[in-house]
């Protein structure tokens, strides 16, 4: 069993809509979440992170922990077609501080 | 200096030969990482430098696999005699000391070994 586990997709949803998006993880040592976006042949991009349970808007993203769960959430409100891409979660242990360890991505598509 | 910088961005080899990448971190950083991705997964970890300095190697890293930051700045990640299996795009990222989780991802290395 993998340590973090997030639903491949492809995810498709219409412009406009809310993009809701998820990952597991299995080690209670994990502290630290991000969410990046990857487009196609591009490196990751990184779009949040935060450490606490709770909820962390930026913009249309809002990011969401929780830690006695272990489950962590990204929403995309008025999803737009150049959202369109990969989105990986990724955390850190706090006692392995240089290895990330990344979900296996979902892929979005955000059709007009 | 916008962000991270990786050179060659794509890479044709034969399978037995040996090839180097580089990677320039985004320069007040001291922390960098070097990532293997392979189609349809996230990244995984192999290595990361603190300055100079590397801190974790991955199991991943089999001894045919070399990362050195020798002065603190660029990075090289060197694959000797390479399989078919390394075939994989190769992505470095950076960030500050330990408590800045803002990672930076260059655009990676695609190696395609024939």
């Known amino acids: 069993q993998k340590e973090v586990e997030q639903d491949p997709g492809p995810l498709s949803v219409p412009e406009g809509a809310i993009v809701s998006l998820n990952c597991t993880y299995s080690n209670s040592a994990f502290q630290y979440f991000m969410w990046y976006r990857q487009y196609s042949r591009k490196g990751p991009e990184l779009l949040m992170y935060t450490y606490s349970s709770g909820n962390k808007e930026d913009g249309r993203f809002t990011a969401q922990v929780d830690k006695s769960s272990k489950y962590i959430s990204l929403f995309i409100r008025d999803s737009q077609p150049s959202d369109s891409a990969t989105y990986l979660c990724a955390m850190i242990r706090w006692d392995s501080w240089g290895k990330f360890q990344f979900g296996a991505g979902t892929q979005v598509v955000v059709t007009p | ?114």
Not at chain 2, 52 to 79: H, N, V, Y
Request: proline share 4%.
């Open chain 2, 1 to 114: 200096d916008t962000g991270v910088s990786q050179d060659p961005r794509h890479k044709i080899t034969k399978r037995g030969q040996n090839v180097t990448f580089r990677c320039d971190p985004i320069s007040e950083h001291n922390r960098l990482y070097w990532y293997r991705q392979t189609l349809g997964q996230g990244p995984e970890f192999l290595t990361y430098f603190q300055n100079e300095a590397q801190l974790e190697k991955s199991r991943l890293l089999s001894d045919r696999f070399s990362a050195e930051r020798p002065k603190g700045s660029f990075s090289t990640l060197e694959i000797q005699r390479t399989e078919q299996g390394d075939s994989a795009m190769y992505l470095c990222a950076s960030s500050g000391d330990q408590g800045s989780t803002e990672a930076f991802f260059g655009q990676g290395t695609r190696l395609t070994v024939v």
